[in-house]
């Protein structure tokens, strides 16, 4: 796979994760369980799904209109705490992006944006058991590896395992922001929702844009 | 799952038919999922919107009528509904005098209806106003954390502004009331079963026959401790001690009580716990000047109840007396 | 057993206590079990008394109001009152112009009625007339059994004979009338779930995840037959369709449509039934004139619902228009 | 014993009904949860508990206060089908039995006015499944006993086995008042709860007035 992202290998790598997130639609929605609302699962399966018929129906010019697209179909889709968080990382992403083929230093800086968008809307610090504690590693490890030179597919690795380790580490934090916030001790010992489908948004990223396994 | 439904995921849209057929005094927007009042907008009025998740009827759809909402947006079963949906019912209930969001203290709603309050102010001159309702002493209050839910006192807050707004109050004294209700009132809930969200097939949480949950939302989210099963007089201890030990209720012109049904629970239990809600309030020197019995803000099936205690004065009073005509709260001329 | 309740022998007593505490405008008799109108005797009106085994609520004390019941005698759960309540009931709300029993078709009810109007009639001048309602077409009706039981048909008798009363019409007009909306109504129910009596414990039956019972009646007595869960628009089919096939209600000036909850089942499902029951409707040429939607006569904690439909004529809906203001019904000035 | 009942005796037997349907409570209100509404257990127990406290209270004087006594307090506390029915068949009990001793034809006839009391209120006939299946049969029984000149022990015995028997052909009944005849086809099957408590009306007047057991 060439060392930049065009629309056509960004709007791969929305499709395979709106495949991770049918696959693991029941999975997300049992950590909802819980310590939320049962609904993470059907929540981003029906807006990953109008995302992927938005794509079909009109196929976006270019990175930036792609990601435009995919946020803006999850904000009008989704509801609740992951269609406007979602949401507004794709559109961060987007203004970030531009509208020619994303290398591996730009998409690294495309996906911080969307990170601090999240935390702008959400407000959460990382720690408070969010997707931020995915996000925010998978971040850092994509800057590692730009700083250190790494190929795209490196990177992408390198920051989908940081993801998963992220999301992970929820598992023993104690909620402090979302609805698991109002279990307040009992929500520790799970395994946070939100960080866990952000994981496979990176894991994803692996599979399309790195054209290698996730592992 | 056991339930009245066709296609789970059809779950809100068929029953926004069901309401649309059963109340022609309503208009029903199927394409944006917004209950409108039928004669929205009011020229001159305050516009009243709320909305939220379904899985809690009547609120809010229910609420819609003269002297409440203006319009309602339902979301999916426990999940806020979109800006563009805010944003298609201010408009459509915009008669010249501003808009009030009424808004529950759920991170999505908070995000959704800020959204949506962006987009409105950006397109159009109509002037939004928020209030964010978060009554739930269960949760602990922080800077740091999501803060407490927003339950049984947004039905008390749609109804008071209701009766603001019907009288031709200006926006900022409505939601100043608003913001008066939320902040004088405080709830407590409890379940003894979970709930099964449709679109899941399972009950979100397994409660053994003796155990029951102590300090639940309305969105079958585990509540802050499981304890064995008691009767209903020590039920309703557990529930009014948090809510007296929050705010001073005693005294003035007494309180609102609201006791609400999550949905499974049926009147007879609710009136039975009323009675000892009520004991328990006498007990405590809390006199009653109102008082609201029914499953008005359900949790989908839950069988359960929650405790509002709301601190009234004269004003308060004459405005929750003040008529009122939706398919859920009815009363006066 | 789930239950908000302390003893379960003193569930009724209990939920009376909040029935008082909750309604100040209702006088309540604790000794003989009785919800009356705070008014009551209306002088020169007909009184209306009703009344039955308890697990129905709000049926009866939630019509107990004016423009409906003047007074509801409640039983045990499940188990007609006895006759002393009647008496007494009859004797608070007679006010010179004679008392209207409305009783619905169980052996039980109808023999401790009829001894209370035999008691009334050996003991004063008070002329009463009883109504039987026996709307209930899951059960075959015949000279040899008990015939059909009384079931949604009930409140809308207790509304429309009680707006009659409201009017100063006579005995016989009222009790005419009444007989002419039982005469004119049809209903048919069904439950998800079965209902577990207080002093039982336990669920009257097992009812299996994948199957409901078709033919319920309000006492969780089991259905007709036990078929297969189906979707909400084949389940309307399954009530709407028995219902068409006793009583031809096409024509004329349509039907009122009354979808009723049996307890453990939320309002949006009972709106999403609805939706499906006004489509089953509409295919077979019945026209809704009014509708009413919501868990009005349950059966303890049992999930499920009834479809009844009564023909319509001027005089009819005029009456059921008419004001009235109880607890459970409440509309107009 | 002696072969006239007088009050005392009376009174043993109306205890010991309270004994049984409070030993039989639960099956008694199982049988009605299959056909019925699951509180005939709940309602017999209810009725004849007031019935001993009433005794407790004010003993009567003779067998007719006593019948009658009992017939009140079943119709004032018990509600229901069984209420008004086993209240009459004490009334009618009452109003046959007079203030002496009662001999066995006296108590025979006194029975079978009880009988058809509850006829005359229920309108229930012979095989409609109710209390009158074993009701009938006892009162037949009772005054075929008498015809052959038994002992007042020997004809209960011979009536509570003839209850006995009534209550068993319930089982295969079709149902045609009470609540039972709603199931229609569904109620064959199932044994009558009415027939089952007056069939422990009939054991306990072995018990009590026959001086043995139930045989
Ligand atoms: N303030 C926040 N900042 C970042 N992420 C959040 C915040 N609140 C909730 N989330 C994320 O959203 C997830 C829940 O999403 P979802 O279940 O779809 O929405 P809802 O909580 O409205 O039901 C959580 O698991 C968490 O990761
Ligand atoms: N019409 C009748 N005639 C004689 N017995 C009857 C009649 N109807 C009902 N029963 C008896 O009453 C019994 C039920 O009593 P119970 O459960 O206490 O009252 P309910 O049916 O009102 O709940 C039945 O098992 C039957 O034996
Ligand atoms: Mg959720
Ligand atoms: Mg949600
Ligand atoms: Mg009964
Ligand atoms: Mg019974």
């Known amino acids: ?45 029906r807006g990953m799904s109008a ?74 610090e990382p720690g408070d058991k969010t997707m931020v504690d995915a996000l925010g590693p998978a971040c850092d490890a994509l800057d590692a590896g730009v700083a250190a030179d790494e190929s795209l597919a490196e990177a992408l690795r390198r920051s989908a395992a940081a993801a998963r380790q992220g999301r992970d580490t929820t598992v023993p934090m104690l909620a402090r922001k979302g609805r698991a ?33 996730e592992g | 799952m056991k339930k009245l439904i066709n296609d789970p995921s059809d779950v809100v849209s068929d029953a926004l038919r069901g309401i649309a057929a059963a109340h022609p005094e309503l208009r029903v927007d199927h394409e944006n999922r917004i209950v409108f009042r039928g004669d929205a907008p009011v020229q001159g009025k305050v516009g009243l919107v709320s909305g939220g998740g379904s899985g809690h009827e009547p609120m809010h759809g229910g609420f819609v009528g003269a002297g409440m909402l203006d319009a309602a947006c339902a979301g999916e079963v426990f999940t806020s509904p979109v800006p563009d949906q805010m944003v298609a019912a201010s408009k459509g209930v915009d008669g010249g005098a501003g808009v009030l969001h009424i808004v529950k203290n759920y991170t999505g709603d908070v995000m959704n ?156 239990e609710l009136y039975l716990m009323f009675a000892d809600v009520a004991a328990a309030l006498e007990k405590s020197g809390v006199r009653i000047a109102r008082s609201l019995v029914g499953s008005y803000m359900t949790s989908l099936d839950m069988a359960g109840c929650s405790v509002t205690l709301l601190k009234v004065d004269d004003e308060l009073l004459g405005l929750w007396d003040a008529p009122v005509r939706t398919p859920g709260l009815r009363w006066g001329t």
């Not at chain 1, 990382?89 to 730009?106: H, I, Q, S, V, Y």
């Not at chain 1, 948004?201 to 396994?213: I, K, N, P």
Request: contains cysteine; aromatic residues 4%; charged residues 20%.
């Open chain 1, 1 to 45: 796979m060439a060392e930049g992202l065009d629309v056509t290998a960004l709007g791969a790598w929305v499709r395979e994760f709106a495949r991770l997130i049918a696959d693991h639609q029941d999975e997300l929605t049992r950590l909802d369980a819980a310590i939320g609302d049962a609904d993470h699962g059907t929540n981003m399966h």
């Open chain 1, 51 to 124: 995302v992927v018929a938005a794509l079909d129906g009109t196929p976006p010019a270019d990175p930036a209109a792609l990601l435009k697209q995919v946020g803006m179909t999850l904000i009008s889709k989704v509801g609740g705490a992951s269609g406007p968080l979602y949401g507004t990382l794709f559109l961060r992403m987007a203004g970030a992006a531009g509208t020619g083929e994303m290398d591996a230093a730009t998409y690294a800086r495309a996906l911080r944006a969307g990170l601090d968008g999240v935390v702008a809307r959400g407000k959460a």
């Open chain 1, 181 to 213: 916030s109002y279990l307040g001790e009992r929500s520790i010992g799970h395994q946070d929702p939100g960080a866990t489908s952000t994981a496979l948004l990176l894991d994803a990223a692996v599979t399309a844009l790195a054209g290698g396994d």
């Open chain 2, 113 to 268: 209806f800020e959204m949506a309050a962006e987009m409105v102010a950006a397109e159009s001159g109509t002037e939004v106003i928020s209030v964010v309702t978060d009554d739930d002493v269960a949760v602990q209050d922080s800077l740091y954390t999501a803060g407490r839910r927003g339950v049984g006192v947004t039905v008390l807050v749609e109804k008071i502004a209701g009766a603001a707004a019907e009288q031709g109050r200006p926006l900022t004294q409505v939601a100043d009331l608003a913001r008066k209700v939320n902040a004088q009132g405080r709830s407590m809930g409890m379940a003894l079963t979970s709930c099964t969200v449709p679109a899941a097939g399972k009950p979100t949480f397994d409660l053994p026959d003796d155990q029951m949950e102590i300090g639940v939302g309305i969105h079958g989210e585990p509540g802050r401790r499981r304890v064995p099963l008691a009767p209903a007089r020590e039920i309703a201890e557990m529930l009014v001690e948090p809510v007296l030990g929050d705010l001073d209720f005693t005294g003035g012109d007494g309180v609102l009580v609201f006791l609400n049904g999550l949905g499974g629970t049926p009147l007879l």
